[in-house]
C-alpha cells in the first residue's frame, strides 16, 4: 500500500521562531498532498491542499504566510510554520492519495512551542 | 464545502456489546467514505471504507452502512474488546476534491 513518510515527529521550538515539517511518499508520486491540524480531543482540520509545481490551496482562515507550504517534487510536501508562537502548538498530519480509496497518512508531527 | 457530522461525541460500552457510529454529510457529490481508528498521538488508521455505489460492507467484526438519499451512514461494532477502544472518525470524500472531511470524532471507551 502507499507509504507517507512524516519528519519530525516531535519539535520543541522558541516563540518566534520557524519550524519546518516535511512529508514525503515513499513508493508513489503524489501530485496533491494536503495538510491537516489537530488539536488535542478535537478532530483533523484541513489546512491546505500541496500542488506539486503551484501553489498550495488553503482553507478559510489558514493564514498562508504563516503556515509555509512548498510541493517542489512528487514526492516531497513541506510545511514551514513561520513566526510560530504557542497557540501554533499542535499536531500536524500530511497525507497523500494513490488513488480516490487509498489515503495514507504521515505519522504526524507534535509540535510545541513555548 | 463538505459538512460532516458525527455523534456521538463520546460512547462507553460494556466489553460485548455493540458500539454504532453514526456520520451526516452535506455534500451529495461525496462518493467515499471511510472509517479511521486513530490512538493518541498516531496516524489514523483506516478500518473500514464504503463507495457510493454499495449500501452496506462488513469485514469480521465492523460493518458500514450508506444512505445516500439521506446522506448518512454509519459505523457498527460488534462483541466491542477493550483493544476497540479509541478515537473513530467518519470521512466524506468527492471525487473531484480528492481531499477527505472528517467528521468531530467519537470517543470509544470499552470496559471489561
Known amino acids: 500500500g502507499a507509504v507517507v513518510s512524516q519528519h519530525p515527529s516531535w519539535v520543541i521550538c522558541k516563540s518566534g521562531t520557524s519550524v519546518k515539517i516535511e512529508c514525503r511518499s515513499l513508493d508513489f508520486q503524489a501530485t496533491t498532498m494536503f495538510w491537516y491540524r489537530q488539536f488535542p480531543k478535537q478532530s483533523l482540520m484541513l489546512m491546505a491542499t500541496s500542488n506539486e509545481g503551484s501553489k498550495a490551496t488553503y482553507e478559510q482562515g489558514v493564514e498562508k504566510d504563516k503556515f509555509l507550504i512548498n510541493h517542489a517534487s512528487l514526492t516531497l510536501s513541506t510545511l514551514t510554520v513561520t513566526s510560530a508562537h504557542p497557540e501554533d502548538s499542535s499536531f500536524y498530519i500530511c497525507?497523500?492519495?494513490?488513488?480516490?480509496?487509498?489515503?495514507?497518512f504521515g505519522s504526524g508531527t507534535r509540535l510545541t512551542v513555548v | 464545502g463538505e459538512n460532516v457530522e458525527q455523534h456521538p461525541s463520546t460512547l462507553s460500552v460494556q466489553e460485548g456489546d455493540s458500539a454504532v457510529i453514526k456520520c451526516t454529510y452535506s455534500d451529495s457529490a461525496s462518493n467515499y467514505f471511510p472509517w479511521y481508528k486513530q490512538e493518541l498521538g498516531k496516524r489514523p488508521q483506516l478500518i473500514i471504507d464504503i463507495r457510493s455505489n454499495v449500501g452496506e460492507k462488513k469485514d469480521q467484526r465492523i460493518a458500514v452502512t450508506l444512505n445516500k438519499t439521506a446522506k448518512h451512514f454509519s459505523l457498527h461494532i460488534t462483541e466491542t474488546q477493550p483493544e476497540d477502544s479509541a478515537v473513530y472518525f467518519c470521512a466524506a470524500k468527492t471525487a473531484a476534491g480528492n481531499k477527505l472531511t472528517f467528521g468531530g470524532g467519537t470517543r470509544v471507551l470499552v470496559k471489561p
Open positions: 497525507s497523500a492519495s494513490r488513488q480516490v480509496k487509498e489515503t495514507a
